[in-house]
Nanobody, 114 residues
């Protein structure tokens, strides 16, 4: 059974930074393109950005230049480095395969507020 465990969220002031982690188990992690998603309260879950198995990255326009995705296949972990955070980034953040092939993890809450 595939499982994703996200961590690293918290409360941060506007302009601050956070690094999220997502560790996968039960899958051959290195062959999958992975992605980060987020869901703000009362809104639909949205794609934030992704990283291919070959380490090519792409991002939604709202986070481009502020967020960076990386992966460590030895640790079955994908990272989301977030900087210059704004209140609109407040959401629960999740990872999954790029094709959303598996059940969602519990997510990690990011709150950007002064």
């Amino acid at each position: 059974q595939v499982e994703f465990v996200e961590s690293g969220g918290g409360l941060v002031q506007p302009g601050g930074s956070l690094r999220l982690s997502c560790t996968a188990s039960g899958m051959n992690f290195s062959v999958y393109s992975m992605a980060w998603y987020r869901q703000a309260r009362g809104k639909q879950r949205e794609w934030v950005g992704g990283i291919s198995y070959g380490n090519t990255t792409n991002y939604r326009s709202a986070v481009k230049g502020r967020f960076t995705i990386s992966r460590d296949n030895n640790k079955n972990t994908v990272y989301l480095q977030m900087s210059s955070l704004i209140p609109e980034d407040t959401a629960a953040y999740y990872c999954n395969t790029a094709g959303v092939d598996h059940s969602w993890g519990q997510g990690t809450q990011v709150t950007v507020s002064s």
